[in-house]
């Protein structure tokens, strides 16, 4: 049974570009949540996505963006990066179901942003 | 808004030790707390999780305990082994499948 991945691994941009960052939930999960998290820090919530829609949304800009598919795996699109953008981006996986939740969430590897 | 603060930022312990960590959180209603260990560079593991009605969570040589009404959490490490070093996150949510709020984490380094 497949975890959470998330591509690519590592990236780098330059200011002022836009990035697509790609995860799949572990298997029979159907929300996704994104985190950042800056070096030396604990990660920032961005965004939930549950049946297809943004459930929940952190302090963050509209740069950042979202979208889950109908197979349950989402994107994170950043645009106009800055470099304080540079961060590595945490997806979670979790299972929401009709009526209850599973509270654990499983997190992936992350992908490295580097904007320069 | 709630805040979850981690105590101490950095720890360096001889092998073998018994050690604590510490969370804090300011809102005490939350739905539970997690503990999650990051190793450089890497994703989050899940290590323990404490719903809001229970007190304690063991798994191995980890204990966690919860004292909600006081806003506070600690992780025990028995018999610490250099496999042990990595950044310790706490983090709470408020309700159920809600997001996390994490603390900035306590590095830990167990020396052989």
């Known amino acids: 049974d497949a975890g959470v991945t998330q591509s690519p691994t590592h990236l780098i941009k330059t200011r002022g570009q836009q990035v697509t960052l790609r995860c799949s939930p572990k298997s029979g999960h159907d929300t996704v949540s994104w985190y950042q998290q800056a070096l030396g820090q604990g990660p920032q919530f961005i965004f939930q996505?549950?049946?297809?829609?943004?459930?929940q949304r952190g302090n963050f800009p509209d740069r950042f963006s979202g979208h889950q598919f109908p197979n349950y795996s989402s994107e994170l699109n950043v645009n106009a990066l800055l470099l304080g953008d540079s961060a590595l981006y945490l997806c979670?996986?979790?299972?929401?179901?009709?009526?209850?939740?599973?509270?654990?969430?499983?997190f992936g590897p992350g992908t490295r942003l580097t904007v320069l | 808004k709630q805040e979850v603060t981690q105590i101490p930022a950095a720890l360096s312990v001889p092998e073998g030790e018994n050690l604590v960590l510490n969370c804090s959180f300011t809102?005490?209603?939350?739905?539970?707390l997690q503990w999650f260990r990051q190793d450089p560079g890497k994703g989050l593991t899940s290590l323990l999780l404490i719903q809001s009605s229970q007190r304690e969570q063991t798994s191995g040589r980890l204990n966690a305990s919860l004292d909600k009404s006081s806003g506070r959490s600690t992780l025990y490490i028995a018999a610490s082994q250099p496999g042990d070093s990595a950044t310790y996150l706490c983090?709470?949510?408020?309700?159920?499948?809600?997001?996390?709020?994490f603390g900035e984490g306590t590095q830990l380094t167990v020396n052989p």
């Open positions: 809102d005490s209603a939350i739905y539970n």
């Open positions: 983090a709470v949510a408020g309700t159920s499948g809600s997001r996390l709020t």
């Open positions: 979670a996986s979790s299972w929401r179901g009709t009526d209850k939740s599973t509270d654990t969430q499983y």
């Open positions: 996505y549950y049946e297809e829609e943004e459930r």
